[in-house]
């Protein structure tokens, strides 16, 4: 079962990007859920938010 919170380790390996610019990823998504008038979690972001906004689709697991 996947975590239901991506974090910057796991975008490094998944988009292959430094550990940086993960982490300006998860700032720029929870900026986004913030505008939506959700709460953040520094240094994570909802999974399903990661998957529909880099992928188009969210995953039923």
Do not use: H, W
């Not at 390996?13 to 986004?32: F, H, M, P, W």
């Not at 913030?34 to 709460?39: E, L, W």
């Not at 953040?40 to 880099?54: Q, T």
Request: with cysteine.
């Amino acid at each position: 079962m996947k975590a239901q919170y991506v974090t910057a380790d796991e975008l490094v390996d998944t988009l292959g990007v430094s550990k940086g610019k993960a982490y300006q990823i998860i700032r720029q998504l929870n900026d986004e859920l913030i505008k939506q008038g959700y709460i953040k979690i520094a240094g994570k972001c909802p999974r399903k938010y990661f998957e529909k906004r880099y992928y188009g689709y969210t995953s039923e697991a």
